[in-house]
């Protein structure tokens, strides 16, 4: 028992050490403007270990940001680590915090108010931890006298808890991990849909190289970067979003890139592993679909167990 009242005061004590901290970076945005700046120029700085191979680790990339406040043309610079997680193509709008007094800015992402989340989670934990050391050993006893046909209001309270932890963790799912399932047998269709109806405008583009993500002990994981001409914009660079086989890409050769005529954003075909695999993504989709829906439905059980324990 003093293992968890020593566990819940240090959570609690961490968790409130969070939200104060991120209370006083909330408070710096009080006066600032929500915007949607735009991306005008992608810069790379690329290591190459190599004369066709980009360390994605070892790179940066440097965007520039328009946007415009009170009436007034703002440039904004930002450095990202690596090329992946940076933007891909210029005209891409990003939501920012912009203070025009101070001039100070940010990617709205960066400010989301998790202090209310940190705030309840230490509050949570410390009752807990009140609770376990004046009454710890009628809890422990409640707790394991709970049955579905006897029920005790502590064991209720516990179980309506951990329902919430579960249903939180159901939803994360469906928000996370159910589109990165279904991604890969439904993007090849809709790409061939929107092929069928005339969405695209094929363009020539040059691979410049591939981009290397280090994975770990799973190697490494490859992204090909084109050089291309947009009709509007001009010599442009692009990279894929999702991992491709290294043998299919070639430095210095000419690939057909499909432009979106309405987004302006950039694909390639799918290749025919790709069109295979759409057969074999069902299982692991419906598995991940199985295994969120297992999570909700456990955690309305808990609930329902929690409310005939009053």
């Known amino acids: 028992m003093r293992i968890i009242i020593v566990c819940c005061l240090f959570l609690s004590i961490i968790f409130l050490l969070l939200a104060r901290a991120n209370k006083s970076r909330k408070k710096t945005w009080v006066k600032a403007f929500r915007l949607k700046a735009t991306v005008t120029r992608i810069r790379y700085s690329e290591s190459r270990p190599s004369r066709d191979i980009i360390d994605d680790d070892k790179?940066?990339?440097?965007?520039?940001?328009?946007?415009?406040?009170?009436?007034?043309?703002?440039?904004?610079?930002?450095?990202?680590?690596?090329?992946?997680?940076?933007?891909?193509?210029?005209?891409?709008r990003l939501p920012i915090l912009f203070d025009p007094a101070t001039k100070n800015w940010c990617l709205s992402r960066e400010a989301r108010p998790f202090w209310i989340l940190h705030l309840i989670l230490a509050a949570f934990f410390l009752i807990t931890a009140i609770a376990f050391i004046f009454r710890g050993n009628y809890i422990l006893t409640e707790l394991s006298d709970y049955r579905v046909e006897s029920p005790n209001l502590t064991g209720g309270i516990f179980l309506g808890i951990l329902g919430i932890f579960v249903l939180a963790a159901a939803i994360a799912c469906f928000i996370f991990f159910i589109p990165l399932c279904f991604r890969p047998?439904?993007?090849?269709?809709?790409?061939?849909?929107?092929?069928?109806?005339?969405?695209?405008?094929?363009?020539?583009?040059?691979?410049?190289?591939?981009?290397?993500?280090?994975?770990?002990?799973?190697?490494?994981?490859?992204?090909?970067?084109?050089?291309?001409?947009d009709p509007q914009r001009g010599r442009m660079q692009w990279h894929t979003s999702r991992e491709k086989a290294k043998k299919h890409f070639r430095m210095g050769e000419i690939y057909t890139l499909y432009l979106d005529k309405k987004s302006g954003v950039c694909s390639l075909m799918p290749s025919s592993s790709e069109i295979v695999s759409i057969f074999f993504s069902i299982v692991p989709a419906v598995f991940g679909l199985f295994f969120t829906l297992s999570l909700a439905f456990v955690a309305l059980v808990m609930f329902y167990c929690a409310v005939i324990s009053f």
């Open 59 to 92: 790179s940066s990339t440097e965007v520039t940001l328009g946007f415009s406040c009170l009436g007034q043309d703002y440039e904004k610079i930002r450095e990202y680590k690596g090329i992946l997680k940076a933007p891909s193509r210029p005209g891409i």
């Open 185 to 229: 047998f439904f993007d090849p269709i809709l790409w061939s849909i929107k092929y069928v109806l005339g969405a695209f405008e094929p363009v020539e583009a040059r691979c410049t190289g591939l981009i290397r993500k280090d994975k770990g002990e799973d190697g490494y994981s490859y992204y090909p970067l084109f050089a291309y001409t």
